[in-house]
């Protein structure tokens, strides 16, 4: 089993800050990629930012130079610093994986979500 816990999620005022992680852990062999989705009422889910095991980094148009992805020496933990928050960025949070258990494929792997409320 993979298991993917988040945490930092909460209310906060417009232009405020918020640092959101994720841990991975449990039977993983590989890491490939990990990063952030984010879905707001009514809306599909979409990506904010990814990490690859290569190092490089994706952003959506709309959080870039705001937020920032970032991961730990072991890259089994990634952050997501999201800065200058405007009600807009309001949605549930998932942290995403995509993941190889030992002697299997990589597959995606969800967080179970944490809500980030941007609201005066």
């Known amino acids: 089993q993979v298991q993917l816990v988040e945490s930092g999620g909460g209310l906060v005022q417009p232009g405020g800050s918020l640092r959101l992680s994720c841990a991975a852990s449990?039977?993983?062999?590989?890491?490939?990629?990990m990063g952030w989705y984010r879905q707001a009422p009514g809306k599909q889910r979409e990506l904010v930012a990814t990490f690859t095991d290569g190092g490089s980094t994706n952003y959506a148009d709309s959080v870039k130079g705001r937020f920032t992805i970032s991961t730990n020496n072991t890259k089994n933990t990634v952050y997501l610093q999201m800065n200058s928050l405007k009600p807009e960025d309001t949605a549930v949070y998932y942290c995403y994986g995509y993941i190889r258990r030992r002697a299997g494929m990589y597959t995606d792997y969800w967080g179970q979500g944490t809500q980030v409320t941007v609201s005066s």
């Open positions: 449990g039977s993983i062999w590989a890491i490939n990629a």
